[in-house]
């Protein structure tokens, strides 16, 4: 066997024991490449006498083709065992059950303000909101405080400046409104106040009110106890019974606190009047033509008494223990 058909011979040898594409690859280069034997023995040929040199070229040119087939062939057969081996290896079972994906769900605030929205606007209330960096004259003034009054120390303020205050209470957005609406207009707004307060179970710095009011010809304290009661209703459930015991607050004349009855007892959810003459007339609102009623709430109170919440700090916490009983 002369020395060409002996490195066929061998190559072919090598690319049979290859067992993978890579070995393959090193078989070609130590064969067919720049360095390889077949190169090096094409390189013998200045050896050889002139006459034999072409025969001997074609025929290291028919070996590398050869042998260049042979590769081809071998790393084809690999090629499709090992694509059938990664196959195997990332198949999957797609009856398999999945991760499953925890849900979300409105935090318990949140979905309180959905539903005390939903009822008061059934009951033909606007929605509007009101700024939270409030000022002095709106959060107080407007709202027939006197300057030095007692009431004012009820309401613990957070002050930004000598004007700017965060507002104590969604009172605030009366003014805001009868500054540029005429009656008759029913309004609601609902949204987070701030008070300078010792956080306690039932006090925060910051918690939600809402807050409603009302005026037209003819308001009187028959159509305030009826909206509570319709709202208390759709709240607590129909039959729920509603509490009026006079209180003070200088922006209503008369003044009730209202309460309603749960679980056997009476459970206090905000204040309510009809709005102060003086503060119709501080809006050029006619006070002998037009009168209103307002009421105002805490809406932690309200998700408290319903779900038997004793700790109002819960609602700020983020706990997910507390948020997923909803
Ligand atoms: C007011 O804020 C009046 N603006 C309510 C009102 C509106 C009366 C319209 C008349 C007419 P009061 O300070 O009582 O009232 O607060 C009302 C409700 O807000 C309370 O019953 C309570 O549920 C809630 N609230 C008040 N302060 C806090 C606090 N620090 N933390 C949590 N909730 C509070």
């Known amino acids: 066997m002369d020395q060409i058909e002996q490195l066929i011979d061998e190559a072919r040898r090598a690319l049979d024991q290859a067992s993978t594409t890579l070995e393959v690859q090193a078989v070609e280069t130590r064969y067919l490449g720049s360095k390889g034997s077949l190169q090096a023995l094409l390189r013998t040929v200045g050896s050889l006498p002139r006459e034999e040199r072409p025969a001997f070229g074609a025929r290291v040119n028919a070996a590398r083709d050869q042998l260049a087939g042979y590769v081809a062939r071998r790393r084809s057969d690999l ?26 769900r409105l935090h318990p605030l949140s979905a309180t303000v959905s539903r005390v929205k939903a009822a008061l606007i059934g009951l033909g209330f606007e ?19 006197p300057e030095e009054h007692p009431a004012l120390d009820e309401q613990m303020t957070f002050y930004v400046d000598d004007v700017r205050l965060l507002r104590t209470q969604t009172t605030a957005l009366q003014g805001r409104v009868m500054d540029h609406r005429r009656p008759p207009f ?4 609902i949204g987070r106040c701030f ?15 809402v807050d409603v ?45 209202y309460s309603v009855h749960w679980n056997g007892r009476w459970l206090e959810l905000g204040g309510a009047g009809l709005i102060h003459p003086n503060i119709l007339e501080n809006y050029g609102i006619d006070s ?4 209103g009623f307002a009421f105002g709430l805490g809406v932690e109170r309200i998700h408290m008494i319903q779900r038997g919440v004793n700790d109002l700090r819960l609602y700020l916490e983020n706990d997910l223990r507390f948020l997923r009983q909803g």
């Open 127 to 145: 929605f509007v909101d009101g700024p939270e960096l409030e000022d002095y004259s709106h959060n107080f003034a407007a709202l027939n405080y």
């Open 288 to 291: 002998e033509r037009y009168s």
């Open 213 to 257: 009011f009302m005026v037209d010809e003819g308001v009187s304290l028959a159509d305030l106890k009826g909206t509570l009661k319709q709202f208390a209703g759709a709240m607590f459930g129909g039959s729920v019974q509603v509490r009026f015991r006079p209180d003070y607050f200088p922006f209503v004349e008369p003044g009730v606190d």
């Open 195 to 209: 008070r300078y307060e010792a956080v306690d179970a039932t006090h925060h710095h910051t918690f939600h009110q």
């Open 186 to 189: 029913r309004i609601g707004t």
């Open 79 to 104: 090629d499709a065992v090992e694509r059938e081996a990664r196959l195997e290896k990332e198949r999957f079972d797609v009856t398999m059950p999945g991760m499953p994906f925890p849900f979300g």
